[in-house]
């Protein structure tokens, strides 16, 4: 409860439901912190792919039968130790969580994250000297777009091109600029999906207006991927989103 920062413990009973039959967490620890772990993942075993956190969030959702589940859903990954940010624990331990889960649910087909995109507002305001992407920017400002279903289904449209472009082309060096981004392309996973409406949550929205971003781990393509982008940089995503990052208006300037 302490440690986690991606989506906050709101008490005992979230904490439990995060412990059923149905979820997972690992922790890696160090015998010099025998009472504090080094990195954590959550983990939620589910039937597709989820596209939103709330609920799997949620203390009151139903528990489902883990050995009907064909997807790991990773959630929350939280490095508890500041002066260990940098040192590649998280890698490590996506690799082993997977190698376990495949041991244990012989059923499970694929392994993704389910993961916010903590820089996307903040980037957008960066940019919002072109007068297109100034327009987004008003009209993400207040949550009255969230009851309006005409004026989110036009976010909808235009927030998911430029979230494309933003994973795929805005850098920090020759990095991704988004942090989550940069984590899980140098493990080698592939950027999967964009979902509208992924976390509606108040931090959720202030980081990304709801957005949140599958990224896959298949186990055969993970070393493959891993030396293209450390040796590349090259992020590696879907025809779908690079097909959404070509439409943004973004593009055409370059």
């Known amino acids: 409860i302490q440690f986690e920062a991606v989506h906050a413990i709101q008490g005992w009973s979230d904490l439990q439901r995060r412990l059923q039959a149905d979820r997972r967490c690992y922790g890696f620890f160090h015998p010099a912190l025998p009472g504090e772990p080094i990195i954590f993942i959550e983990v939620a075993l589910t039937r597709g792919m989820s596209v939103q956190v709330q609920p799997l969030l949620d203390p009151l959702s ?95 449209h235009e927030l998911e091109p430029l979230c494309a472009y933003y994973l795929t082309h805005a850098k920090h060096g020759r ?48 070393e493959r991927n891993h030396e293209m982008y450390t040796k590349q940089y090259k992020v590696i995503a879907s025809h779908h989103i690079d097909w959404l990052a070509k439409r943004c208006v973004l593009a055409a300037l370059e």
């Open 62 to 156: 139903p528990i489902s039968d883990p050995a009907e589940a064909d997807t790991a859903i990773f959630y929350s990954i939280t490095n508890c130790q500041a002066g260990l940010r940098g040192v590649p624990f998280g890698s490590f331990l996506i690799k082993r969580v997977a190698e376990d889960l495949a041991a244990e649910f012989p059923r499970l087909r694929k392994f993704a994250t389910l993961s916010p995109i903590p820089g996307f507002r903040s980037w957008l305001k960066q940019v919002g000297g072109n007068p297109k992407v100034a327009g987004v920017v008003a009209k993400l400002e207040g949550s009255v777009w969230l009851d309006d279903k005409v004026l989110a289904e036009d976010l909808e």
């Open 175 to 222: 990095e991704p600029l988004d942090p989550v981004a940069r984590f899980h392309l140098r493990n080698g996973a592939r950027l999967e999906r964009i979902n509208w409406l992924g976390d509606t949550s108040a931090p959720g929205i202030e980081r990304s207006g709801g957005l949140m971003v599958n990224y896959v781990y298949r186990l055969d393509d993970v």
